[in-house]
T-cell receptor, first 113, second 113 residues
Framework: KAGVTQTPRYLIKTRGQQVTLSCSPISGHRSVSWYQQTPGQGLQFLFEYFSETQRNKGNFPGRFSGRQFSNSRSEMNVSTLELGDSALYLC????????????FGPGTRLLVL | GEDVEQSLFLSVREGDSSVINCTYTDSSSTYLYWYKQEPGAGLQLLTYIFSNMDMKQDQRLTVLLNKKDKHLSLRIADTQTGDSAIYFCAETSPLGGSYIPTFGRGTSLIVHP
């Protein structure tokens, strides 16, 4: 079974621009979560989508948004990019249920100049 | 909020055992996980333990859980240079119908010949 895939793997943007990242979950997984990883803050939870609905949200500004499609693929969008948004953005998928172990993709490395 | 703490670095000699420690604060933690992250990659699930277990062994990996002290450890037997990576401890508890993990900052394991 194919793992979680994320595109693009690397991205360079300038301040003020916006960016869209994509995540395809493992087949059959309906929950998709997004995380931001930086050296200073570690892994921080952004949001979680399940059945096209945002189920949980972390403590990030409204510039960070996401959505999930009917095939469970998810996108996240960051508008008005800031230098501090430079990070590795990780997507994880899980099966709904009592445990919901998360399986991670390789991440998208975003550099904001 | 809830917290997960790990030491930042561990250095061991090839062939020795490595023990990575983690403490957490959430008494309602249900599952506890160990993930491995190699440079430039996403998080790879290594193993997990349910909160009503004390120990779990999986080949070279042994997980010990002391629920009273909220202490989790990962022992890697016969550590190899390929085990050099960052190891993340994570705990989950039910939140809004799902299980969003809280991660530690990660322990960098350095294996030297």
């Amino acid at each position: 079974k194919a793992g979680v895939t994320q595109t693009p793997r690397y991205l360079i943007k300038t301040r003020g621009q916006q960016v869209t990242l994509s995540c395809s979950p493992i087949s059959g997984h309906r929950s998709v979560s997004w995380y931001q990883q930086t050296p200073g803050q570690g892994l921080q939870f952004l949001f979680e989508y399940f059945s096209e609905t945002q189920r949980n949200k972390g403590n990030f500004p409204g510039r960070f948004s996401g959505r999930q499609f009917s095939n469970s693929r998810s996108e996240m969008n960051v508008s008005t990019l800031e230098l501090g948004d430079s990070a590795l953005y990780l997507c994880a998928s899980s099966l709904p249920g009592s445990q919901e172990t998360q399986y991670f993709g390789p991440g998208t490395r975003l550099l904001v100049l | 909020g809830e917290d997960v703490e790990q030491s930042l670095f561990l250095s061991v000699r090839e062939g020795d055992s490595s023990v990575i420690n983690c403490t957490y604060t959430d008494s309602s933690s249900t599952y506890l996980y160990w993930y491995k992250q190699e440079p430039g990659a996403g998080l790879q699930l290594l193993t997990y333990i349910f909160s009503n277990m004390d120990m779990k062994q999986d080949q070279r990996l042994t997980v010990l859980l002391n629920k009273k002290d909220k202490h989790l450890s990962l022992r890697i037997a016969d550590t190899q240079t390929g085990d050099s990576a960052i190891y993340f401890c994570a705990e989950t508890s039910p939140l809004g119908g799902s299980y969003i993990p809280t991660f530690g900052r990660g322990t960098s394991l350095i294996v030297h010949p």
